[in-house]
Each structure stands twice: as structure tokens, then as C-alpha cells.
């Protein structure tokens, strides 16, 4: 697997993983805006490293 695969990948993992975190921040919705804002952030951040996923070398590695 090149590093460009395994980029590909995680970034889509870490999608997967985005999706389920707002989800659940959903679910606090009208409950407690903590953990909704918590669940979120952690979201937000996540897909930060997806986006900015690089290669060992430092340069970025992009899907296609």
C-alpha cells in the first residue's frame, strides 16, 4: 500500500468517525449544550487531521 492509499484510507475512516461524533452530538441537541459543543469540537477537529493528512516525507498526500 502506498502512502497515498493509506491517506485515503484513514481519511476516509476519520470521515466515518466524523459523521458518528455529530451524530451523537445531535442526540444532545435541547439536553446539554456541553456535550453537544464537546462531541463537535472533537469533530471539527477530526476532520482538521483528515484534511491534513501528510506523507512521512511532510508533503501532502491528497485522494485521486
Request: charged fraction near 30%; proline fraction near 0%; aromatic fraction near 4%.
Amino acid at each position: 500500500m502506498t502512502d497515498k492509499q493509506l491517506a485515503g484510507n484513514q481519511r476516509r475512516t476519520l470521515r466515518t468517525m466524523r459523521a458518528k461524533l455529530l451524530a451523537m452530538a445531535g442526540d444532545w441537541d435541547g439536553r446539554d449544550q456541553f456535550n453537544l459543543g464537546e462531541l463537535t469540537r472533537l469533530a471539527d477537529e477530526i476532520e482538521g487531521v483528515a484534511t491534513n493528512m501528510v506523507s512521512d516525507d511532510g508533503s501532502e498526500v491528497h485522494d485521486g
